[in-house]
Every structure is written in structure tokens, then in C-alpha cells.
């Protein structure tokens, strides 16, 4: 049997209007961002619907979407499919919607911590103070000594080991450009500035991690029902006190996406299903391991070719 792994994208996949065109068919997507409404207070759907787009980037109300677009997609999926993953794994923020996927926490409390996970994010670092930039063509070794040479100019330090040759870095406004200037001169083929408010998985963060395991200390994890394969380790962990100190540091530890991904596909997954907006995570696996099959459910044609394939 093939063995899958189902990956759920970060922020930076929202976008207004995802899921216009599942929302009729699969009554899951509207069910589900009742339930986050109800726990946000306002119409989550409304936003995710008519925008605007700014408001929707915003690292507060992002996270929660992104959330609830992959819990309705994964609760779809499970009525619509007897196909389950062998793993599940998710990028930064996607990693809660692969939690509440494995039962590790409930979906109303995982929409809580990551509205709170991303107030504390964005009020860690004021805007305006923090920055990240894409590294194209450098391997991971180059583009921490890029970092390394832009340090004295500040904190600047990998975050995301994305692909091969795809790295962000983040820190402070003048030590990451000062890093992006010194990865040119080291034959990087593009720099390019990303639009985020804040410097994620920097130790900037760290007094957002604080803040954030004193509502998780409230909150009650059980073991995974499928293994969740974490961007702190690239590992599977099954104790729930382990995977809530993993969760705290996850926020200002590098996400160590290719790691994950060769551990998946060293267990035999040879098949990734993206449950959510975008197709972001299917492009980087496909640089990962060239022998993946990707199928990714962002519109209802992709939803049914998804479907089909199993």
C-alpha cells in the first residue's frame, strides 16, 4: 500500500476567497468556520470571504484561517475518503492544524492559542523592526554565514530550511539586509524581501513563546492518533507534555521543513496531500524528493482529482 504523508501550509497561503469554490459542496467548510467564529467572536468567514486582504495578513487573524481552511478540508476529506495518511506534518502554523488532525488538541482550543500565538508574535517585535527575506541558490551552510558576517549589524539567523537551496532568514531590519547583501556576494541567484510583519522562528520571539506556554499550561494535549512529524525535530513525538514544549519553542526554533521531509519519505511516503489554501508545500516537496506524487484540494478540481487518485 502507498504509504502518504497529508501537510498542512503555513502562513503566507491565505488569500481572500479561498474555498469559494468548495463551500457548496463540501458543507464542512462552512460548519467549520462557524465553530471558529463562535470562538473568535467575529465572522471569520466574512473576512476569509470579502477581505480585505490586509486585514487577512495579518498574523492574528491569518493564523486562525489558515487553520480552520485546513480543519475543514481534513474533516471533508475523512467524509468523503477512506484513505488516511501514515503521517501528517505542518509548516509553522500548520503544524496546530496537523495536531488538531492526530486529536492532540481540540479544534476550538488550537483556534484560541493560535489567535493568542499570533497577538504575542506580532507583539513580540513592533512593526517595522523585524523582517525576513528569501535566499534563493545558496545551500544551508552559505546562507549561515551569510547570517554569521551580517551579525555584527544585528540578529539575523536561518528560520525556514525550506528546500534545497530555498532558505529564509529573518531578524532585524539592518542585519537581514545586511545578510541578503552578503548572500549576493556569495552567488546567491535571488534575495527577495517577504511580506510578513514580524521576524518568525528568531529568538526575537522568544517573549511570544513565554507568553504562549502559559496558555497551553491550560489547555489538555492527548497522545496523536497518527504520528505528527515536527518542524522543531523532524520527528514524530507521542508523550503530549514533549509536544507541548515543542509547540513553545516551535515558535522561535527554525521550521526544518526538508528534514521532515526526507524522514517521511526514508519511512516510505511517497505520496503528499496539501490540505489547504495554495500549493506551497507541494512545490517544496517536489524540490525535496523528485519521486513524490502531489495532490494538493485549494479548488473543487483539484479536490476531485485528489479524491480520484485514491
Known amino acids: 500500500m502507498l504509504k502518504s504523508a497529508y501537510v498542512f501550509p503555513g502562513q503566507g497561503s491565505q488569500q481572500v476567497g479561498m474555498l469559494q469554490s468548495l463551500v457548496n459542496e463540501l458543507p464542512q467548510v462552512a460548519q467549520t468556520f462557524a465553530e471558529a467564529s463562535e470562538v473568535l467572536g467575529y465572522n471569520l468567514w466574512q473576512l476569509v470571504s470579502d477581505g480585505p486582504q490586509e486585514q487577512l495578513n495579518l498574523t492574528e487573524y491569518a493564523q486562525p484561517a489558515l487553520l480552520a481552511a485546513s480543519i475543514a478540508l481534513w474533516r471533508a476529506w475523512q467524509a468523503s475518503s477512506a484513505a488516511r495518511p501514515d ?9 496546530w492544524s496537523a495536531l488538531v488532525a492526530a486529536g492532540v488538541v481540540s479544534f476550538a482550543d488550537a483556534v484560541n492559542l493560535v489567535r493568542l500565538r499570533g497577538q504575542y508574535m506580532q507583539a513580540a ?3 517595522g523592526v523585524g523582517a525576513m527575506a528569501a535566499i534563493l541558490g545558496l545551500d544551508d551552510e552559505q546562507v549561515a ?10 540578529i539575523v539567523v536561518p528560520v525556514n530550511f525550506n528546500a534545497p537551496g530555498q532558505v529564509v532568514i529573518a531578524g532585524e531590519i539592518a542585519a537581514v539586509e545586511a545578510a541578503m547583501a552578503q548572500s549576493t556576494t556569495l552567488g ?4 527577495i524581501h517577504l511580506p510578513v510583519s514580524a521576524p518568525f522562528h528568531t529568538p526575537m520571539m522568544k517573549p511570544a513563546a513565554l507568553r504562549l506556554a502559559q496558555d497551553l499550561n491550560a489547555v489538555t494535549f492527548s497522545a496523536p492518533a497518527l504520528p505528527v512529524v515536527h518542524n522543531l525535530t523532524a520527528r514524530p513525538e507521542s508523550d503530549p507534555a514533549a509536544i507541548k514544549a515543542i509547540m513553545i519553542e516551535q515558535v522561535y526554533a527554525p521550521v ?16 503528499t496531500l496539501e490540505l ?12 525535496i524528493h523528485k519521486g513524490l506524487t502531489l495532490l494538493s484540494t485549494e479548488d473543487l478540481t483539484r479536490w476531485q482529482a485528489s479524491l480520484a487518485h485514491f
Open 188 to 191: 546567491a541567484m535571488r534575495v
Open 87 to 95: 503521517f501528517l506534518a505542518g509548516h509553522s502554523l500548520g503544524e
Open 276 to 287: 489547504g489554501p495554495g500549493r506551497v508545500l507541494s512545490g517544496l516537496n517536489k524540490r
Open 145 to 154: 554565514e551569510a547570517c554569521r558576517l551580517a551579525s555584527p549589524v544585528g
Open 125 to 127: 517585535v513592533p512593526a
Open 256 to 271: 526544518r521543513w526538508v528534514e521532515s521531509m526526507q524522514f517521511m519519505v526514508g519511512e516510505g511516503v511517497e505520496l
